[in-house]
DNA sequence: GTAATAAACGGAGGCACCTCCGCTTTAAGT
DNA sequence: ACTTAAAGCGGAGGTGCCTCCGTTTATTAC
């Protein structure tokens, strides 16, 4: 059934993209992450088409599947938010940082409950995904933790796994409507923790 | 979103339906059964309602979701089977009616291939489904197996879930187009090994 | 037998999926 | 600049899902 196989990413590998195909690809994906977004994973794929500007043939032709596309915006957001470690990194103080990190973490994961089930079918195609993802994930939660660490804002004696560790709880219990703010406080509520007894850098 | 909750079966609980409606809602699934098979686990619930000669309405108030009327069907596939192995115990000697129960189960796994999908959505809610059906099916397999043991047909030292594990290999190896003939052969090579060395019946 | 009423029917209609193919645009060659 | 073939576009159209509600029918009470 799904034959196509899914190009990692679709990089010089192959021939490049007509100028006008690449527009429209980058605009699907845009659009998309912004329709699942206030929609949910399920909205329909022909208001994507509309609201980017093209026909329906030409969002089926650049996906294949609504799996394909979820997935595209699925890596497209995870780069965004790893990405922001740098800069958060760079404009704050290494805990402020790390805790608008996990904030946002928190706001991404909201949106992808459910996203799951959408991706499943791929996952059996594709395994590659989730340890892709979840590899760059830590990673960037990795720098902001050991930034923070050897700057002293926060103690010295948690690693980055440990902070992913209580995050996880986030995963669970899902679903009710209060699940964003009680995951807020988690995040509070750890930075609490990871606040004291800091003052003992690692590196001075 | 699954919110309605399925009933165990709807016997004499709650006030039986009307003449017209038990008479649509056993049309339903038995056409159902046939579409299904004819067509794969993913036919059109509007080509059903129409060989059924009722309205599509008719259907979803019967069956409001797919996996419903899925469940339903195989409910009944999985009762007739289960029924067989008293029939062939009563009709054939007891290695025969055992190979030919056998062989009838492999032509309703061949169905059935591509259910557990469908399905899944129900098992998170309704958990007994699998138990209660293996446990049906075994249950059938136990009886003609200790028929032909006791009888001599078949060899003494083994016990159903022997074959039931020797049957186990079906699952496996999915869905290439000599499935079903491979399948055959591993029931017949299986019955050839029960058979020999039989003669020494458990009770003379 | 008839009337009243609750149950059941059925299909139109609105929305979404996905394919197919004639038309348009790009870009490579001259 | 012009030609041309390949790449891309887009939307009509056929099908399926599911809901809603006006109509029909079985059952119950008399």
């Known amino acids: 059934m799904a034959e196509a196989v899914i190009a990692g990413d679709n990089a010089a590998e192959t021939r490049p993209l007509r100028a006008d195909a690449q527009r429209n690809r980058d605009r699907l994906v845009e659009v998309a992450a912004a329709v699942f977004a206030e929609r949910g994973i399920d ?86 995904l989730f340890s892709d993802t979840s590899g760059r994930v ?29 995050l996880g709880g986030i995963y669970s219990a899902p679903d009710t409507p209060e699940w964003r703010d009680r995951s807020r406080r988690l995040v509070k509520l750890l930075m609490d923790g990871l606040r004291f007894g800091a003052g003992n850098p690692a590196k001075a």
């Open 43 to 128: 909205a329909s794929l022909e208001e994507i088409a509309r609201r980017a500007g093209v026909g329906i043939g030409t969002l089926y032709r650049h996906f294949p599947t609504r799996e394909h596309l979820v997935e595209v915006v699925y890596r497209r957001e995870v780069e965004a938010l790893c990405a922001a470690a740098g800069e958060l990194a760079a404009g704050h103080p290494s805990d402020v940082a790390l805790e608008e990190w996990m904030r946002r973490f928190v706001d991404y994961i909201a949106t992808k409950r459910g996203l799951a089930t959408s991706l499943r079918i791929l996952l059996t195609t594709n395994s590659t």
């Open 138 to 166: 830590s990673q960037a939660l990795r720098q902001l933790v050991e930034a923070a660490v050897a700057a002293g804002t926060i103690r010295g004696d948690v690693d980055a796994s440990d902070v992913l560790h209580a």
